[in-house]
């Protein structure tokens, strides 16, 4: 038998059955960049995505619910529409990002209380909604992180204090949901090439002060390093791996040059990782 869904497509029994089937993973922030990559892996994977964002994805298989992850509670909405309206609820990407070169000194309020709402609370409020629907058969919950918690990058501090505060959150929080047989994992991918480089903040000269020059040096050297480093299809391989294995790990670095930097930065005295720091970004 032939019927119209809600999207107006015509499904049949066997189709309509085969969709119930499918295990659903809503990623927050699939409508470009690694959370796009992800979701056209995950597809291929078998899996049903859904995508909670500003700006719908372009993939045609991928239902699309609006929220904005810095204000209000829509992006509490949208997890509870998305996995109400699904039978086999599997997992949770958080891919949300915001980055800005600025000061302490000199940066605004306004900024850094938004950068920490995206990255670090709308990850918290992401967790917190997807929970009780994650219980009833465990599941994945996978968040984004950044090479950044680890080595700090330079005039980006809140960026690097965010995604610290991102792996903690992962370790904390696998210790109380493990009983429900829900994973954690936070994904840690050094320099990427994706339009998230040109969306950054950069203070201005007049913004910076005595800082401008160094501000500047430093947002140049992180965009070099991004533009020529992985693709996003590489960490999106990682996350959707995170997401599939069986016991993923709590912290997942991507690519064999920043599992050598993790390794390296256990060994090295603090002050000299922190001077190889200051040389990367040209300070």
Known sequence: MERTDKNGKKQTDAQERLEKLRRTVIIVGASSGIGYETALRLLGRGFSVVNISRTPCTLAQVKNYGADVSSGDSLEKA?????SSTENLYGLIYCAGFSMAAPIEHADERD???????????????IKSIVPYLKKRG???VLVSS??????????????SSKAAVDMLVKSAALELEPYKISLCSVQPGGTSTGFTFKRKVYGDAENGEYAAKVKRAAAALAD????????GEVAKQVVEAVCKKD???????????KFFAAAK?????????YINKRAYKQ
């Open 79 to 83: 997890i509870a529409s998305a996995a």
């Open 112 to 126: 850094y209380r938004y950068l920490f709402e995206v990255n670090y609370f709308g990850a918290v409020r992401a």
């Open 139 to 141: 599941g994945r919950i």
């Open 147 to 160: 090479m950044g918690s680890l080595f700090p990058v330079a005039f980006d501090s809140f960026y690097s």
């Open 225 to 232: 390093m991004e533009q020529s480093g992985m693709s996003a």
């Open 248 to 258: 993923p790990p709590l912290l997942m670095r991507c690519g064999g040059k920043n």
């Open 266 to 274: 256990r060994i090295l005295p603090d002050k000299a990782a922190q």
